[in-house]
């Protein structure tokens, strides 16, 4: 059995190979978090609208993709819209699109979890002062909620920035990508793998870091 050896792994090779991989890996993360807290807001205030096709819609919705792995969701998309449109779309916008509307519907039961916790109270203060249903969530009930999901937000960043690898399956170039194609053109695969994880961990491990810091300051503030 032959030493691992991780002299290979140098700036130039990290610049070469993983950086690109690594800006798609972070770029994907935010623009589906702030993709999915939006589309997951509306879907959440669909849910608690009392209109029951609006409930019927977003409830079938979040439970549908709350019951499929991502994966076979990422392949759907890859596969069958180019099929549809007649065209093909990227595996970069695919994994744009895939992961947005997927993350839709965690954040949608994260934030109507956030909402439901805000006190009865408030919305009838709000309803005092002559508030409408819109302003009411708007001013009153949606700042506190999303004050108290921030943790909660962040810590679904995290397996969201996780799953990007995923994407790897449909040949877009993110983070694990560039690890795979370095450890191949170079003969190391072995421990470009080995380097991805452990770059995975110390990212992670960083952003768990600072979640629980977050999570001590909201505790202050309350």
Known sequence: MHALDFSFFTWDVFRAYVLTGMYFSFALTAVATIGGIVFGTVLALMRLSGIKPLELVAATYVN?????????????????????????????????????????????????????SIARGQVYAGQALGMTYGQNMRLVILPQAFRNMIPVFLTQTIILFQDTSLVYIITAHDMLHGFTVAGNNLSHSREAYILAAVLYFVICYTLSWVVKRVQQKIAIIR
């Open 64 to 116: 549908g993709m709350r019951s499929i792995p991502l994966l076979m969701v990422l392949l759907w998309f890859f596969l069958l819209v180019p099929f549809i449109i007649g065209r093909p779309i990227g595996a970069e916008m695919t994994a744009v699109i895939t992961f947005i509307a997927f993350e839709a519907a965690y954040f949608s039961e994260i934030v109507r979890a956030g909402i439901q």
